[in-house]
T-cell receptor, first 114, second 114 residues
Framework: NAGVTQTPKFQVLKTGQSMTLQCAQD?????MYWYRQDPGMGLRLIYY???????DKGEVPNGYNVSRLNKREFSLRLESAAPSQTSVYFC?????????????FGPGTRLTVT | QQQVKQSPQSLIVQKGGISIINCAYE??????FPWYQQFPGKGPALLIA?????SEKKEGRFTISFNKSAKQFSLHIMDSQPGDSATYFC?????????????FGTGTRLQVTL
């Protein structure tokens, strides 16, 4: 099992450009998540999808859109990138184990917006 | 809306010593309290978690102590090893029934020296 995979690993964008970050999981998990990680701020939830066909906003959704393409894939789109979106983006999926939803994270995408 | 305050920001411990990281949270409507470990260039991984009806949970060298009345919980790493050098995040969790929403602390960078 590859677990959670993310592409690309690194990306540099100019202000105003758009791009889509891809995420896939092969663990048959229903729930998937997108986070951003900034120095000194921990990880913050952008959007999540509890199941195929549903998406919900997290703490910092502005400037982002998501698509839950199928059970395996959950993409994050930046329509018009801004320097404030320079960050490391993590995708995660979760499974319920003994009352706890353990989240499994991908390796991250490091995005720089100039 | 910082719901979780984590301290210290960084910590240096000698090999064999005890590492202690503290977190405080601001309301009571959380389902469980996990700690995640993150190595450089990797995504976070669940280390240990505790439910609010338990005061302590131990897994190997890692222990969570939970004080519900004080709204605080802490991670203790006994016999700290150089391989424990990583960034540690506490989190609070709300289960929605089909997913879990995590709010992370700002992280503690632990360095274990020889």
């Amino acid at each position: 099992n590859a677990g959670v995979t993310q592409t690309p690993k690194f990306q540099v964008l100019k202000t105003g450009q758009s791009m889509t970050l891809q995420c896939a999981q092969d663990m048959n998990h229903n729930s998937m998540y997108w986070y951003r990680q900034d120095p000194g701020m921990g990880l913050r939830l952008i959007y999540y999808s509890a199941s195929e066909g549903t998406t919900d906003k997290g703490e910092v959704p502005n400037g982002y859109n998501v698509s839950r393409l199928n059970k395996r894939e959950f993409s994050l789109r930046l329509e018009s990138a801004a320097p404030s979106q320079t960050s490391v983006y993590f995708c995660a999926s979760s499974a319920r184990t003994g009352g706890i939803y353990e989240q499994y994270f991908g390796p991250g995408t490091r995005l720089t917006v100039t | 809306q910082q719901q979780v305050k984590q301290s210290p920001q960084s910590l240096i411990v000698q090999k064999g010593g005890i590492s202690i990281i503290n977190c405080a949270y601001e309301n009571t409507a959380f389902d469980y309290f996990p700690w995640y470990q993150q190595f450089p260039g990797k995504g976070p991984a669940l280390l240990i978690a505790i439910r609010p009806d338990v005061s302590e949970k131990k897994e190997g060298r890692f222990t969570i102590s939970f004080n519900k009345s004080a709204k605080q919980f802490s991670l203790h790493i006994m016999d700290s090893q150089p391989g424990d050098s990583a960034t540690y995040f506490c989190a609070v969790t709300i289960n929605t029934g089909t997913a879990s929403k995590l709010t992370f602390g700002t992280g503690t960078r632990l360095q274990v020296t020889l």
